[in-house]
């Protein structure tokens, strides 16, 4: 379990956050993403008071100095499946030496997307695995899945399905995930560096082993879990910005994430 704490150098962990942003925004711009021809779908399910994850603690101050204020202490867990955040999760979290999230460059995480709906085939239960056979059924009729996409997979862990207005839904006990041979097509023909799903894992919960998550970090591939409003996404054509909490050494942190949908061309005036 790991956890953060915000307190007096609050100051310093802002300034991360906007060097953070102003980093993503370069990594944007020198794709040739432009937000105004983009729709911007929000996937992120946050944490917030009333969820075991999260807690704000106040201490006290001395009264005597004017203008104190309490001293806010903001405390929270970012163990995938035992928190209700969307979290990015680096190779380290299962591989021993593995990458953690301050390896990886922010622009391996400005990436094409791809989406695959497989909610009706996993049908809630805890025992479905999307596996590689399926995958390649699916490209038969959807076309290859492009190389070096991220691929998003929903798989009915967001119930309410409306992303982070869900968020006060409680991520499933039983949950479907996806097959180690799934995650080896992925990787090793498709060259996919992100997966990602709604819910807590990328294997199914009745799996102990972990065998994909394994397999997806020995590639050096990190999973993003707990995503919301996948259902809101076409199949092709976005590009996924993942922008973890930057923690040095971290093998996993809550994340934004969201989507840039190109926006349709207005039909022309006749």
């Known amino acids: ?49 009333g969820r075991a994850s999260f807690t704000v603690e ?55 997307v791809s989406v695959i709906d497989a909610t009706d085939l996993a049908g809630g239960g805890g025992g479905f695995a999307l596996d590689a056979g399926t995958l390649m059924r699916y490209e038969t009729f959807a076309g290859e899945i492009p190389e070096g996409a991220a691929v998003l997979v929903a798989l009915g862990g967001d119930p309410a399905g409306a992303g982070p207005e869900s968020a006060e839904v409680s991520p499933p006990l039983e949950y479907p995930g996806l097959s180690p041979d799934a995650v080896t097509f992925l990787v090793e023909k498709r060259h996919v560096s992100i997966i990602g799903v709604d819910t807590p894992g990328i294997d199914p919960s009745e799996r102990v082993e972990n065998e994909a998550a394994m397999m997806l970090a020995k590639s050096g591939g990190c999973a993003l879990v707990n995503l919301g409003g996948l259902d809101t996404l076409p199949p092709r054509g976005g590009v996924l910005v993942v922008a973890p909490l930057a923690m040095d050494g971290a093998d996993a942190a809550p994340a934004r994430a969201f989507v840039l949908v190109p926006k349709a061309a207005p039909a022309p005036v006749e």
């Open 1 to 49: 379990m790991g956890y953060i704490v915000m307190g007096k150098k609050w100051k310093r962990a802002v300034g991360v956050l906007l060097a953070l942003g102003m980093v993503v925004s370069i990594a944007l711009v020198c794709r040739g993403i432009e937000t105004e021809n983009s729709d911007v779908v929000d996937l992120t399910r946050p944490l917030g008071p």
């Open 58 to 112: 106040e201490t006290t101050v001395d009264g005597e100095t004017p203008g104190s204020i309490p001293d806010r202490r903001i405390v929270f867990a970012y163990e995938p499946g035992l928190t209700e955040t969307t979290a990015l999760v680096s190779p380290r979290r299962w591989v021993e030496g593995g990458a953690t999230l301050d390896d990886f460059p922010t622009s391996s995480l400005v990436v094409p």
